[in-house]
């Protein structure tokens, strides 16, 4: 079973829904999307396949959002596209993508709508914040 993550190591929410990923018995192939952005046509299927706007998958901060006036409600979503494509921090994360659909998975545990595989077992949030019990049943 194919499952891909599109992930920041940097980022928490990022490294906790890889370890739920891996909590499933999965081991998903991991693209640093900084690293290695996706295609603008990866780009652009994703985000049909999430079946939410393009402004949906920006992200704000910590990147050149304002900087680029992506606030500006007129732009195209082309536009928009074009920059994430440029550059890709603007791209929020982590986006998971498996058999049962694809999602932005924010908060963490919304990969669990999408993971064909059953959690193996508790899980915990970086934070502590219970997200699994030890059943492998969702709590939040």
Same mark, same amino acid.
Do not use: W
């Given at each position: 079973?194919?499952?891909?993550?599109?992930?920041? #190591? *940097?980022?928490?929410?990022? %490294?906790?829904?890889?370890? &739920?990923? !891996?909590?499933? +018995?999965?081991?998903? %192939?991991i693209i640093e999307y900084l690293? /290695?952005?996706?295609?603008?046509?990866?780009?652009?299927? &994703? @985000? *049909?396949?999430?079946?939410? #706007?393009? %402004?949906?998958? $920006? !992200?704000?901060?910590?990147?050149?959002?304002?900087?680029l006036g992506l606030d500006n409600?007129? $732009?195209? =979503? =082309?536009?928009?596209?074009?920059?994430?494509?440029?550059? #890709?921090? $603007?791209?929020?994360? #982590? @986006?998971?993508? /498996?058999?049962?659909?694809?999602? $932005?998975? %924010?908060?963490?545990? /919304?990969? &669990? =709508?999408? &993971?064909?595989?059953?959690?193996?077992?508790?899980?915990?949030?970086?934070? +502590?914040?219970? @997200?699994? =019990?030890? *059943?492998?049943? !969702? @709590?939040?």
């Amino acid at each position: 079973m194919t499952i891909t993550i599109y992930h920041n #190591p *940097a980022c928490g929410t990022s %490294r906790n829904v890889l370890a &739920l990923i !891996r909590n499933s +018995g999965e081991e998903p %192939r991991i693209i640093e999307y900084l690293k /290695t952005p996706p295609s603008r046509a990866e780009l652009v299927d &994703l @985000i *049909a396949r999430m079946g939410v #706007p393009v %402004r949906a998958v $920006l !992200r704000e901060k910590g990147t050149p959002f304002h900087e680029l006036g992506l606030d500006n409600p007129a $732009l195209s =979503d =082309d536009t928009l596209i074009d920059a994430m494509i440029a550059h #890709p921090i $603007l791209i929020n994360r #982590p @986006i998971a993508a /498996t058999p049962l659909g694809v999602a $932005l998975c %924010r908060p963490s545990e /919304t990969v &669990l =709508d999408i &993971l064909p595989s059953p959690q193996r077992g508790a899980f915990a949030r970086e934070d +502590g914040e219970k @997200i699994v =019990d030890e *059943a492998g049943k !969702r @709590i939040v």
